[in-house]
Protein backbone atom coordinates (compact mmCIF):
# COMPACT_ATOMS: atom_id res chain seq x y z
CA UNK A 1 0.00 0.00 0.00
CA UNK A 2 0.42 3.43 -0.40
CA UNK A 3 -0.49 5.25 2.38
CA UNK A 4 0.79 6.96 5.40
CA UNK A 5 0.55 10.00 7.56
CA UNK A 6 2.83 12.85 8.37
CA UNK A 7 4.51 11.81 11.51
CA UNK A 8 6.37 13.81 14.58
CA UNK A 9 9.96 13.60 14.74
CA UNK A 10 9.77 14.51 18.66
CA UNK A 11 12.82 12.65 20.44
CA UNK A 12 14.63 11.89 17.00
CA UNK A 13 14.05 11.51 13.18
CA UNK A 14 14.02 7.63 13.62
CA UNK A 15 10.55 8.12 16.55
CA UNK A 16 8.97 9.40 13.26
CA UNK A 17 8.79 6.06 11.96
CA UNK A 18 8.13 3.67 14.91
CA UNK A 19 4.79 6.40 15.49
CA UNK A 20 4.17 5.75 11.46
CA UNK A 21 4.27 1.99 12.11
CA UNK A 22 1.78 2.25 14.95
CA UNK A 23 -1.02 3.58 13.37
CA UNK A 24 -0.54 1.44 10.04
CA UNK A 25 1.36 3.56 7.47
CA UNK A 26 2.80 1.97 4.82
CA UNK A 27 4.67 5.66 3.55
CA UNK A 28 5.86 8.15 6.40
CA UNK A 29 6.27 12.29 5.91
CA UNK A 30 8.36 14.36 7.94
CA UNK A 31 10.54 17.61 9.00
CA UNK A 32 13.99 17.57 8.89
CA UNK A 33 14.22 19.43 12.18
CA UNK A 34 12.47 21.99 14.20
CA UNK A 35 9.66 23.52 11.83
CA UNK A 36 9.77 26.62 13.60
CA UNK A 37 13.31 27.38 13.53
CA UNK A 38 15.76 28.49 11.16
CA UNK A 39 18.59 26.29 12.45
CA UNK A 40 18.55 22.94 13.82
CA UNK A 41 21.12 20.68 15.23
CA UNK A 42 23.53 18.65 13.45
CA UNK A 43 22.11 15.00 12.30
CA UNK A 44 24.76 12.89 13.28
CA UNK A 45 25.83 9.28 11.73
CA UNK A 46 24.88 8.17 14.44
CA UNK A 47 21.25 8.99 14.09
CA UNK A 48 21.35 8.38 10.28
CA UNK A 49 22.62 4.80 11.16
CA UNK A 50 19.42 4.05 13.32
CA UNK A 51 16.97 5.63 11.01
CA UNK A 52 18.64 3.32 8.40
CA UNK A 53 17.69 0.78 11.18
CA UNK A 54 14.11 1.78 12.35
CA UNK A 55 12.99 1.64 9.24
CA UNK A 56 14.23 -1.57 8.33
CA UNK A 57 12.58 -2.87 11.40
CA UNK A 58 8.96 -1.55 10.75
CA UNK A 59 9.43 -2.00 7.16
CA UNK A 60 8.16 1.65 6.19
CA UNK A 61 9.97 1.88 2.37
CA UNK A 62 8.75 5.09 1.50
CA UNK A 63 10.10 7.88 3.28
CA UNK A 64 10.02 11.77 2.32
CA UNK A 65 10.30 15.01 3.99
CA UNK A 66 8.35 18.54 3.88
CA UNK A 67 10.37 21.60 4.32
CA UNK A 68 10.01 23.61 7.35
CA UNK A 69 7.27 26.60 7.16
CA UNK A 70 9.83 29.26 7.48
CA UNK A 71 11.63 29.07 4.22
CA UNK A 72 10.28 31.65 1.53
CA UNK A 73 11.62 30.48 -2.12
CA UNK A 74 9.59 33.70 -3.09
CA UNK A 75 10.67 35.92 -0.89
CA UNK A 76 11.77 39.81 -2.61
CA UNK A 77 13.71 40.72 0.34
CA UNK A 78 17.43 39.57 -0.85
CA UNK A 79 18.35 38.34 3.21
CA UNK A 80 15.45 36.83 3.57
CA UNK A 81 15.83 35.21 -0.11
CA UNK A 82 19.23 34.13 0.72
CA UNK A 83 18.14 32.80 4.17
CA UNK A 84 15.88 30.56 2.55
CA UNK A 85 17.55 29.43 -0.12
CA UNK A 86 20.54 28.40 2.53
CA UNK A 87 18.29 26.50 4.79
CA UNK A 88 16.51 24.65 2.28
CA UNK A 89 19.79 23.53 1.16
CA UNK A 90 20.46 22.19 4.93
CA UNK A 91 17.57 20.55 4.73
CA UNK A 92 18.33 18.78 1.53
CA UNK A 93 21.27 17.37 2.08
CA UNK A 94 19.80 16.07 5.06
CA UNK A 95 17.17 14.15 2.90
CA UNK A 96 20.51 13.33 0.98
CA UNK A 97 21.93 11.67 4.39
CA UNK A 98 19.17 9.96 4.97
CA UNK A 99 18.82 8.47 1.59
CA UNK A 100 15.12 10.10 1.18
CA UNK A 101 14.02 10.93 -2.68
CA UNK A 102 12.69 14.42 -2.31
CA UNK A 103 11.49 16.99 -0.07
CA UNK A 104 7.89 18.96 -0.65
CA UNK A 105 8.04 22.66 -0.20
CA UNK A 106 5.47 25.41 -0.82
CA UNK A 107 6.50 27.58 -3.40
CA UNK A 108 6.07 30.88 -0.75
CA UNK A 109 4.70 34.05 -0.42
CA UNK A 110 5.68 36.88 -3.12
CA UNK A 111 4.64 39.47 -0.31
CA UNK A 112 3.30 41.64 -2.55
CA UNK A 113 6.24 42.24 -5.32
CA UNK A 114 3.78 40.78 -7.82
CA UNK A 115 3.18 36.84 -9.41
CA UNK A 116 5.74 37.47 -12.01
CA UNK A 117 8.57 38.89 -8.73
CA UNK A 118 7.50 35.98 -7.08
CA UNK A 119 8.03 33.48 -9.92
CA UNK A 120 11.68 35.08 -10.85
CA UNK A 121 12.75 34.71 -7.25
CA UNK A 122 11.71 31.31 -6.66
CA UNK A 123 13.07 30.05 -10.28
CA UNK A 124 16.56 31.72 -8.97
CA UNK A 125 16.38 29.81 -5.75
CA UNK A 126 15.82 26.32 -7.55
CA UNK A 127 18.15 26.84 -10.22
CA UNK A 128 20.67 28.25 -7.33
CA UNK A 129 19.88 24.95 -5.12
CA UNK A 130 19.95 22.30 -8.44
CA UNK A 131 23.23 23.73 -8.67
CA UNK A 132 24.42 23.44 -5.06
CA UNK A 133 22.56 19.74 -5.23
CA UNK A 134 24.34 18.55 -8.55
CA UNK A 135 25.09 14.96 -8.56
CA UNK A 136 23.07 14.17 -5.53
CA UNK A 137 19.91 11.95 -5.80
CA UNK A 138 17.58 14.10 -3.65
CA UNK A 139 15.11 16.08 -5.43
CA UNK A 140 12.82 19.30 -4.96
CA UNK A 141 9.10 18.66 -4.99
CA UNK A 142 6.78 21.65 -5.26
CA UNK A 143 3.01 21.62 -3.70
CA UNK A 144 0.34 23.65 -4.58
CA UNK A 145 -0.78 26.70 -2.56
CA UNK A 146 -4.07 27.06 -1.10
CA UNK A 147 -4.40 30.33 -2.63
CA UNK A 148 -4.40 33.07 0.11
CA UNK A 149 -2.61 36.60 0.25
CA UNK A 150 0.38 36.89 -2.12
CA UNK A 151 1.00 32.65 -2.04
CA UNK A 152 2.34 31.44 -5.24
CA UNK A 153 1.09 28.65 -6.84
CA UNK A 154 -2.12 28.18 -5.75
CA UNK A 155 -3.05 27.71 -10.00
CA UNK A 156 -1.63 25.31 -12.14
CA UNK A 157 -0.77 27.71 -14.70
CA UNK A 158 1.98 29.34 -11.91
CA UNK A 159 3.20 26.08 -11.17
CA UNK A 160 3.72 25.66 -14.61
CA UNK A 161 4.99 29.26 -15.06
CA UNK A 162 7.68 27.91 -12.62
CA UNK A 163 8.50 24.91 -14.98
CA UNK A 164 8.65 26.95 -18.06
CA UNK A 165 11.86 28.80 -16.22
CA UNK A 166 14.14 26.73 -14.21
CA UNK A 167 17.18 25.78 -16.13
CA UNK A 168 16.50 21.85 -14.87
CA UNK A 169 12.79 21.31 -15.25
CA UNK A 170 13.84 17.40 -15.59
CA UNK A 171 14.68 17.31 -11.90
CA UNK A 172 11.35 18.96 -10.39
CA UNK A 173 8.61 17.23 -8.82
CA UNK A 174 5.25 18.42 -7.52
CA UNK A 175 2.88 17.27 -5.00
CA UNK A 176 -0.73 18.47 -5.00
CA UNK A 177 -2.56 18.64 -2.01
CA UNK A 178 -6.64 18.13 -1.93
CA UNK A 179 -7.43 20.47 0.33
CA UNK A 180 -5.28 23.41 -1.70
CA UNK A 181 -6.64 22.34 -4.81
CA UNK A 182 -10.11 22.94 -3.67
CA UNK A 183 -9.72 26.39 -1.55
CA UNK A 184 -8.35 27.70 -5.09
CA UNK A 185 -11.17 26.88 -6.75
CA UNK A 186 -10.66 23.32 -8.63
CA UNK A 187 -13.78 21.53 -7.83
CA UNK A 188 -12.78 18.11 -7.01
CA UNK A 189 -15.79 17.02 -5.36
CA UNK A 190 -17.10 14.22 -8.02
CA UNK A 191 -15.25 12.11 -10.03
CA UNK A 192 -15.98 14.06 -12.71
CA UNK A 193 -14.16 17.11 -11.84
CA UNK A 194 -11.17 15.94 -10.17
CA UNK A 195 -10.58 14.05 -13.88
CA UNK A 196 -10.86 17.68 -15.34
CA UNK A 197 -8.54 18.76 -12.85
CA UNK A 198 -5.47 15.55 -13.29
CA UNK A 199 -6.62 16.26 -17.09
CA UNK A 200 -5.51 19.98 -16.39
CA UNK A 201 -2.43 18.76 -14.40
CA UNK A 202 -1.60 16.83 -17.01
CA UNK A 203 -1.47 19.38 -19.96
CA UNK A 204 0.14 21.78 -18.10
CA UNK A 205 2.35 19.67 -17.06
CA UNK A 206 2.50 15.96 -17.02
CA UNK A 207 0.84 13.39 -14.65
CA UNK A 208 4.77 11.77 -14.87
CA UNK A 209 6.11 14.66 -12.94
CA UNK A 210 3.92 13.99 -9.91
CA UNK A 211 5.66 12.62 -7.08
CA UNK A 212 3.27 12.22 -4.30
CA UNK A 213 -0.26 13.75 -2.77
CA UNK A 214 -1.70 15.12 0.11
CA UNK A 215 -4.90 13.70 1.04
CA UNK A 216 -6.86 15.77 3.05
CA UNK A 217 -10.11 17.28 3.58
CA UNK A 218 -11.15 20.81 3.75
CA UNK A 219 -12.92 23.10 6.41
CA UNK A 220 -13.90 26.07 4.55
CA UNK A 221 -15.65 26.16 0.93
CA UNK A 222 -14.04 25.83 -2.67
CA UNK A 223 -12.58 28.77 -3.67
CA UNK A 224 -11.85 29.70 0.06
CA UNK A 225 -8.28 30.19 -0.01
CA UNK A 226 -7.53 28.83 3.07
CA UNK A 227 -5.65 26.06 4.22
CA UNK A 228 -7.68 24.77 6.65
CA UNK A 229 -7.75 20.34 6.70
CA UNK A 230 -10.07 18.39 8.11
CA UNK A 231 -10.47 14.53 8.21
CA UNK A 232 -11.17 12.39 5.32
CA UNK A 233 -15.41 12.83 4.38
CA UNK A 234 -15.73 15.03 7.51
CA UNK A 235 -15.27 18.29 5.20
CA UNK A 236 -16.32 20.25 2.00
CA UNK A 237 -14.74 17.72 -0.16
CA UNK A 238 -16.77 14.60 0.80
CA UNK A 239 -15.22 10.94 -0.35
CA UNK A 240 -15.85 10.68 -4.13
CA UNK A 241 -13.00 12.96 -4.61
CA UNK A 242 -10.72 10.59 -2.58
CA UNK A 243 -12.04 7.14 -3.99
CA UNK A 244 -11.66 8.27 -7.32
CA UNK A 245 -7.94 9.67 -6.74
CA UNK A 246 -7.40 6.07 -4.79
CA UNK A 247 -8.59 4.17 -7.80
CA UNK A 248 -6.90 6.82 -11.07
CA UNK A 249 -5.37 4.28 -13.07
CA UNK A 250 -2.37 6.72 -13.23
CA UNK A 251 -1.62 8.31 -10.22
CA UNK A 252 -3.67 5.89 -7.67
CA UNK A 253 -0.10 4.23 -6.74
CA UNK A 254 1.40 6.85 -5.75
CA UNK A 255 2.43 8.11 -2.32
CA UNK A 256 0.01 9.80 -0.31
CA UNK A 257 0.12 11.13 2.77
CA UNK A 258 -2.54 12.56 5.06
CA UNK A 259 -2.06 15.63 7.15
CA UNK A 260 -5.49 15.75 8.86
CA UNK A 261 -5.75 17.29 12.26
CA UNK A 262 -3.75 15.22 15.15
CA UNK A 263 -6.33 13.62 18.25
CA UNK A 264 -7.07 10.78 19.69
CA UNK A 265 -6.70 8.03 17.02
CA UNK A 266 -7.39 9.94 14.31
CA UNK A 267 -4.68 8.65 12.08
CA UNK A 268 -5.39 5.33 11.93
CA UNK A 269 -9.74 6.51 11.39
CA UNK A 270 -8.41 8.55 8.18
CA UNK A 271 -6.16 6.14 6.90
CA UNK A 272 -8.73 3.28 7.51
CA UNK A 273 -11.38 5.28 5.80
CA UNK A 274 -9.28 5.84 2.62
CA UNK A 275 -8.21 2.19 2.50
CA UNK A 276 -11.86 1.15 2.11
CA UNK A 277 -12.58 3.74 -0.58
CA UNK A 278 -9.75 2.01 -2.07
CA UNK A 279 -11.19 -1.89 -2.12
CA UNK A 280 -13.29 -2.48 -4.72
CA UNK A 281 -13.54 0.99 -5.77
CA UNK A 282 -15.27 1.80 -1.99
CA UNK A 283 -17.34 -0.29 -2.21
CA UNK A 284 -19.62 -0.11 1.14
CA UNK A 285 -18.49 3.92 1.65
CA UNK A 286 -21.36 6.52 0.53
CA UNK A 287 -22.09 9.21 1.67
CA UNK A 288 -19.98 12.56 3.24
CA UNK A 289 -18.03 11.42 6.75
CA UNK A 290 -19.06 7.60 6.52
CA UNK A 291 -16.13 6.77 8.65
CA UNK A 292 -15.14 3.33 9.80
CA UNK A 293 -14.36 2.15 13.48
CA UNK A 294 -11.94 3.42 15.38
CA UNK A 295 -9.18 1.39 15.15
CA UNK A 296 -10.43 -0.79 12.49
CA UNK A 297 -8.28 -1.34 9.17
CA UNK A 298 -5.27 0.52 9.61
CA UNK A 299 -2.98 -2.76 8.94
CA UNK A 300 0.89 -1.88 7.89
CA UNK A 301 1.81 -2.88 4.21
CA UNK A 302 4.70 -2.74 2.56
CA UNK A 303 5.09 0.45 0.85
CA UNK A 304 6.48 1.35 -2.78
CA UNK A 305 9.29 -0.34 -3.92
CA UNK A 306 13.47 0.97 -4.00
CA UNK A 307 13.95 2.98 -6.76
CA UNK A 308 17.13 2.15 -7.51
CA UNK A 309 19.98 -0.61 -6.54
CA UNK A 310 21.80 0.31 -3.39
CA UNK A 311 18.54 0.87 -0.96
CA UNK A 312 17.03 4.75 -1.50
CA UNK A 313 14.15 4.73 0.17
CA UNK A 314 11.86 5.50 -2.17
CA UNK A 315 11.23 6.13 -6.44
CA UNK A 316 13.32 8.97 -7.71
CA UNK A 317 12.62 11.24 -10.40
Same mark, same amino acid.
Given at each position: ???????? $??????????????????????? &????????? +????? =?????FTRVQAETGIRTVFAHATYLINLCAPD?????????????????AETLRLPFVIIHPGSHKGAGLDAGLER?????????????? &??????? =????????????????? +???? =??? !????????????????????? $?? *??????? *?????? !????????????????????? @??????????????????????LNHPRVGGLPMSIETPKAEDWDQRNLA?? +????????????? +???????????????? @??????????????
Open positions: MNLGAHMS $IAGGLPRALERGKAVGCSIVQLF &LKNQVRWAG +RPLTA =EEAAEEKEWARSVDAFHDELLRITAAIDDLHRRTQG &LGVRIVL =ENAAGAGNLVGSRLEEL +RGIL =ERV !REPERLGFCLDTCHLFAAGYD $IR *TREGLAA *TLDAFD !RLIGLDRLRAFHLNDAKKGLG @SGLDRHEHIGQGQIGLEAFRALTL +RALRDSGGAGLSG +RGSLPPSGRGARSGSG @SSRGRSGGRRSGRS
